[in-house]
């Protein structure tokens, strides 16, 4: 017999189109904000997000910047082939500069396997050719990968939002303050804010950047009825010293997105196994079940800075596949900025576990209130209940 807390369909809503917003509010701080505070809704404008932030904040933003990973290649038969690479395996160079890969293929049916699809652009010749589950792109000059992207790819809007993409999306899908160029996915909560509303930010709290490039979980369902029996993909984190002072010293931490709130939360575990002498390259995805010490927020911060004295380093890279699942203990996070989330997902579960059972009621209020869900919708400022505010 299944937990309840472990049955995926008790994560469910009913997501209609008109729901989905498939284009941002023309002003990135004014779309809806839902306050989510002592069990308690209020709704408002993003751009009013200050009045519902505590005193002494310290704001944790995702600096990642989406790369253009998705491809649109012609096959022999003129049919259109979509790429979207994932995850680069090696960059060598031969005759040619080549570029292993994994992604997801749109039409894979219609390319055969060893097939060398052409693309040409700026006296550019890009092949691509997929062998044994892998992809190959080689091209003829000596530009970089990263020029290639920038030449050849497009942004990767997500699959639900059902048009071409056009140029303001560019823009509209990497938020103000993207610097780090690696995701696939844009990290959605932070596109609500605008250069003027950051700047204020800056002026009253402590606003910090960690760097988490997302990845493909951010598009994989679950598939198991058991939540647990789902494997979670892991992300690259990089942490610096500045990070966990200034977590250290504030009174409350925001997280501005999941990205962000995973990040912080992986910290917790990161201090466990430095305080075990165990391997930091890995936070594996369900560590809080074997991980039963508990140390306050203050003194994993301590961990983690002695370590990083004591090996002369100022930042940390690891990877983290960290899942929150109801059941979860926060030990870093106070509030949670978000969007609104496809039902059954694993952020829908995150939130469950920020929130308790209170999630279906601050979704039914944004279905009644007609709220613009997902990537390009409007926004929330979670509250988690465990204490008074």
């Known amino acids: 017999m299944i937990d309840e807390n472990q049955r995926l369909d008790n994560y469910d809503y009913i997501l209609n189109k008109k729901n989905i917003a498939n284009y941002p509010c023309e002003k990135r701080d004014e779309s809806k904000l839902l306050v989510y505070k002592n069990r308690k809704i209020n709704s408002v404008k993003f751009l009013d997000i200050l009045n519902h932030i505590p005193n002494k904040s310290t704001i944790i933003l995702n600096d990642s910047r989406v790369i253009n990973s998705r491809f649109f290649f012609s096959n022999s038969n003129k049919k259109i082939i979509e ?31 060893n097939e060398i699809l052409i693309s040409k652009k700026k006296s550019i010749t890009l092949e691509v050719q997929k062998k044994n589950e892998r992809i190959f792109f080689s091209w003829n000059t000596k530009n970089s990968w990263e020029e290639i992207l920038d030449i050849f790819g497009s ?90 002072s200034n977590i250290r010293k504030s009174e409350n931490v925001v997280a ?5 709130l995973r990040t912080i939360e992986s910290i917790y575990y990161l201090s466990l196994k430095i305080l075990n002498n165990e391997d930091i390259s890995f936070i594996e995805q369900d560590i809080y079940l074997n991980h039963r010490t508990e140390v306050s927020r203050d003194k994993a911060c301590e961990i983690v800075l002695n370590y990083m004295e004591k090996k002369k380093i100022n930042k940390i890279d690891f990877k983290s596949s960290l899942f929150i699942t109801p059941g979860y203990k926060f030990r870093f996070c106070d509030q949670l900025i978000t969007n609104f989330h496809y039902p059954k997902s694993t952020l829908i579960l995150l939130v469950a576990a920020f929130i308790g059972e209170d999630w279906r009621k601050v979704y039914n209020f944004a279905l009644k209130n007609n709220y613009r869900l997902l990537s390009y919708g409007d926004s929330s400022i979670l509250y988690r209940n465990d204490k008074n505010w």
């Open 83 to 113: 790429i979207l690479v994932t995850n680069i395996l090696d960059i060598r160079e031969e005759k040619k500069k080549i570029i292993e890969a994994e992604g997801l293929i749109g039409n894979s049916k219609k390319w055969k396997e």
């Open 256 to 260: 501005v997105g999941t990205t962000s």
């Open 155 to 244: 942004i990767p809007l997500p699959p639900y939002i059902k048009r071409e993409v056009e140029d303001n999306d560019y823009i509209n899908y990497q938020t103000v303050y993207s610097k780090v160029k690696g995701s696939i996915a844009s990290p959605t909560a932070g596109l609500h804010f605008s250069k003027n509303l950051i700047n204020n930010l800056y002026d009253n709290h402590t606003v910090d950047t960690i760097t988490l490039h997302v990845g493909i979980g951010t598009f994989k369902p679950i598939n198991s009825k058991k939540i647990k029996n789902h494997k979670m993909h892991s992300e690259n984190i990089t942490i610096s010293q500045n990070n966990i």
